[in-house]
């Protein structure tokens, strides 16, 4: 199979974790007779530092052609004072909304062999965690009119609205369901509807979309109480659903309370356009350079891409458990290191994946 992908690297650990993940993939097409066809663009401070801009047209260019798009991380204190509309994170939110990337699926797995790294207590954890927050990616209070700053009465005052049509909240949820039927068939849909009539639609129009999947169980909860269920027992979510914003906060607490937020993976897609693949966590520019990032996340955003865009699920498959072995086999990076185990760096991490698959 000919796979087009283009890689945006970005800012801080973006270039390490990209490389490896590169190394990972083409030892995997190699070895099943893939092609692959690889294009590259600058996104983020990178972008903002070579073009100008955060999202140089450019890049929107190379993106259009292609089957998926690898992002590593961007953003950093060096273009944190920057004028705030060209931030480098506009280049990650300019990408989502070019190419109608509306739905976020971000995974929540504990890997047993990193349950010490867990922050919660070993009763909670014994029982798993494995969840995925599908997360409305571009629309909500991200993207909503009007927004700005202004002075009123000698005031200055800054506002954004939170707004969703029905139809943008009927294909999130679409996406939700079916993504549930190939889990364990239960999505919890999160919102403020005690409070807010953009939930009390959202709420509605999941309640509509819901009676297509009689086989799937649908619950409701508040966000406050999503967030606190979350700590207290993650073992009772399978699919949860929600908006832009509250996705956005509820997938960090989800990854972090797994211990092993440099292992989570995601995927942003649409309906007909490419998708985007690209770890949870940020560029983490206090380590960046050094050697000391993990690679595990792109690396397993690579056998998403795999199983998600390709259809590859035997690829996606192999990439999966070589991870798996290697930490089996007891290393580990900085950032899940724990006592008796061995300490690699991204390289030597990505090396030994790269080993586990040949
Ligand atoms: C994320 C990030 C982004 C977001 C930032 C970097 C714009 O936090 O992908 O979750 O808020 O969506
Ligand atoms: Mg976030």
Same mark, same amino acid.
């Given at each position: 199979?000919?796979?087009?992908?283009?890689?945006? %690297?970005?800012?801080?650990?973006?270039?390490?974790?990209?490389?490896?993940?590169?190394?990972?993939?083409?030892?995997?097409?190699? &070895?099943?007779?893939?092609?692959?066809? !690889?294009?590259?663009?600058?996104?983020?401070?990178?972008?903002?530092?070579?073009?100008?801009? $955060?999202?140089?047209?450019?890049?929107?260019?190379?993106?259009?052609?292609?089957?998926?798009?690898?992002?590593?991380?961007? @953003? @950093? $204190?060096?273009?944190?004072?920057?004028?705030?509309?060209?931030?480098?994170?506009?280049?990650?939110?300019?990408?989502?909304?070019?190419?109608?990337?509306?739905?976020?699926?971000?995974?929540?797995?504990?890997?047993?062999?990193? &349950?010490?790294?867990?922050?919660?207590?070993?009763?909670?954890?014994?029982?798993?965690?494995?969840?995925?927050?599908?997360?409305?990616?571009?629309?909500?209070?991200?993207?909503?009119?009007?927004?700005?700053?202004?002075?009123?009465?000698? &005031?200055?005052?800054?506002?954004?609205?939170?707004?969703?049509?029905?139809?943008?909240?009927?294909?999130?949820?679409?996406?939700?369901?079916? #993504?549930?039927? &190939?889990?364990?068939?239960?999505?919890?849909?999160?919102?403020?509807?005690?409070?807010?009539?953009?939930?009390?639609?959202?709420?509605?129009?999941?309640?509509?979309?819901?009676?297509?999947? $009689?086989?799937?169980?649908?619950?409701?909860?508040?966000?406050?109480?999503?967030?606190?269920?979350?700590?207290?027992?993650?073992?009772?979510?399978?699919? +949860?659903? #929600?908006?832009?914003?509250?996705?956005?906060?509820?997938?960090?607490? %989800?990854?972090?309370? #797994?211990?092993?937020?440099?292992?989570?993976?995601?995927?942003?897609?649409?309906?007909?356009?490419?998708?985007?693949?690209?770890?949870?966590?940020?560029?983490?520019?206090?380590?960046?350079?050094?050697?000391?990032?993990?690679?595990?996340? #792109? +690396?397993?955003?690579? %056998?998403?891409?795999?199983?998600?865009?390709?259809? !590859?699920?035997?690829?996606?498959?192999?990439?999966?458990?070589?991870?798996?072995?290697?930490?089996?086999? @007891?290393?580990?990076?900085?950032?899940?290191?724990?006592?008796?185990?061995?300490?690699?760096?991204?390289?030597?991490?990505?090396?030994?994946?790269?080993?586990?698959?040949?």
């Amino acid at each position: 199979m000919l796979m087009k992908i283009c890689v945006l %690297a970005g800012d801080g650990i973006g270039t390490e974790i990209m490389e490896q993940a590169q190394k990972v993939l083409s030892v995997v097409a190699d &070895k099943y007779n893939h092609e692959l066809e !690889l294009s590259y663009g600058a996104i983020g401070g990178h972008a903002i530092d070579t073009e100008g801009v $955060p999202l140089p047209q450019k890049t929107v260019d190379s993106c259009r052609g292609v089957d998926a798009i690898l992002l590593g991380a961007v @953003g @950093g $204190p060096k273009w944190d004072n920057i004028e705030k509309s060209i931030r480098p994170e506009r280049g990650l939110l300019g990408i989502r909304k070019e190419f109608d990337l509306f739905a976020n699926l971000r995974p929540a797995i504990l890997y047993p062999e990193l &349950k010490n790294a867990s922050l919660l207590r070993p009763d909670i954890v014994e029982k798993g965690i494995d969840l995925l927050v599908v997360r409305e990616l571009t629309s909500g209070i991200y993207f909503g009119e009007p927004k700005g700053e202004e002075v009123r009465n000698g &005031k200055r005052v800054a506002f954004n609205t939170m707004i969703y049509s029905e139809d943008e909240v009927r294909r999130v949820a679409k996406i939700a369901f079916d #993504t549930a039927r &190939k889990r364990r068939s239960k999505v919890c849909s999160v919102d403020k509807a005690n409070v807010l009539d953009v939930s009390q639609l959202w709420r509605e129009v999941v309640l509509e979309v819901a009676k297509d999947y $009689p086989d799937v169980e649908l619950t409701h909860l508040y966000v406050d109480n999503a967030a606190m269920q979350l700590v207290r027992d993650p073992s009772q979510f399978d699919v +949860i659903v #929600t908006s832009n914003l509250f996705g956005d906060i509820l997938s960090d607490e %989800a990854a972090v309370i #797994t211990g092993s937020l440099g292992m989570l993976p995601s995927a942003s897609m649409g309906l007909e356009n490419p998708a985007l693949y690209e770890p949870i966590h940020g560029s983490a520019p206090d380590i960046a350079g050094k050697d000391l990032a993990n690679p595990l996340a #792109t +690396i397993l955003s690579v %056998a998403m891409m795999l199983r998600h865009t390709f259809a !590859l699920n035997d690829e996606a498959q192999a990439i999966e458990d070589a991870v798996k072995r290697v930490l089996a086999k @007891g290393f580990r990076t900085g950032d899940i290191m724990s006592p008796g185990m061995e300490q690699v760096g991204c390289t030597e991490m990505g090396g030994l994946v790269v080993r586990e698959l040949s």
